[in-house]
Each structure stands twice: as C-alpha cells, then as structure tokens.
C-alpha cells in the first residue's frame, strides 16, 4: 500500500515536472510521523496474555482455565500463539506487522489442536488434530504503561492484554521441538 502511494507521488511528481518546461517546481515534504515513530521491536519476544491487566502491580491475571495464552515472536515478521487450557492447548501460527502503535497479525490457515485425556489408567500423552480454516486478521495495540511495554485487542465483550515475560524464545521453541506434529506445524 506504501509503495503504491510512493509510485502514484512520483509518477505525478514527474509529469509535473516534464510539463514545467524546464523551470523547478518545488514539491513540498510529506512526512508520516506515526510511522517514524514505530521503533518497537517485537523480535525474540514472548509475552504473556490473559483476559485481565492489574495496572497497580504491571502484571496479567488469567485465573481462568482457557484464559491464558502465549504470544511469541520468533523474528522480524513471523508470530506462534498458544492458548493454554488445562484439557489441551491450542497452537496458532502466522506473520505480523508493526504500523505505528498497531500490531497486526495474519493468522495462517492451519491450526494445531491438542488434547489430554485425563481419566485415572491413562498417561497424560496428548493426542494432536491439525486443523484447516481461514486466516484471519487480528490488531492489537501497543501501548506503554508504567514504563512496561502492553499489547491489548478488544473486540465486542472480549479483551485480553499481554506484557513481556522473561522467556527466552529458544526455551518457548523447545515444546514444539518435543512433539513431531508440533515440528511439522512449525516448519510449513
């Protein structure tokens, strides 16, 4: 969408300049600053989300099963999701973009689900299901509160709110390299 701005500016910028004959025609500066303003650097990142930010002490509740979620970005541009319940998680990847204070995420069109059978003569193996839907649009805001860096996405009734944990993204990587399906899902 930038580029095609910046071609239409310069494709105009040109014929305006060829039907000046010869004499210079000054081209006042356009600047963006909600975009020079984007120094938010989500590379290498793991942070923790759930459906409640107690500003007082900076931290996220989530004392629900279901409710509480990990959102990890590997690198510049790609993200994995896992919601946390306690019969199973829920494995979501995608890429991500920064404009401005925004966060966008594009999630891709397959999902990884699993499953823990809890009964008392059976182990607690998880049993995986890859999934096949549509990829969807997400937009979080990035805001900073107290100092600490906070993710929010509200839609309707629904909100949750991230901040950044101390996990390394090598540790946050190591559960997808135990199970197979889970290697597969993160190399596609």
Do not use: W
Not at 27 to 46: C, I, Q, R
Not at 85 to 114: A, Q
Request: contains cysteine.
């Amino acid at each position: 969408m930038c580029i095609q701005k910046f071609i239409c500016v310069f494709i105009c910028g040109i014929s305006l300049v060829s039907c000046n004959k010869g004499k210079p025609l000054p081209v006042p500066e356009m600047t963006t600053s909600f975009v020079k303003n984007s120094d938010t650097n989500l590379s290498g990142s793991v942070f923790f989300i759930g459906p409640e930010l107690d500003s007082v002490n900076m931290e996220i509740i989530a004392a629900c099963d279901c409710c509480a979620s990990d959102l990890a970005f590997p690198n510049d541009s790609s993200f994995l999701y896992v919601e946390r319940c306690m019969g199973g998680d829920v494995y979501v990847k995608g890429n991500y973009l920064i404009f401005g204070n925004v966060l966008f995420l594009h999630t891709d069109n397959k999902i990884v689900s699993s499953e823990y059978e809890i009964s008392p003569d059976t182990d607690l193996t998880p049993k995986y299901e890859v999934i096949q839907q549509k990829g969807t649009y997400h937009a979080y805001l990035i805001s900073n509160l107290k100092g600490k860096e906070v993710i929010s996405f509200t839609k309707d009734d629904f909100a949750e709110y991230g901040m950044p944990t101390q996990i390394s993204i090598s540790s946050f990587l190591e559960e997808f390299r135990k199970e197979k399906v889970l290697r597969e899902f993160l190399s596609d």
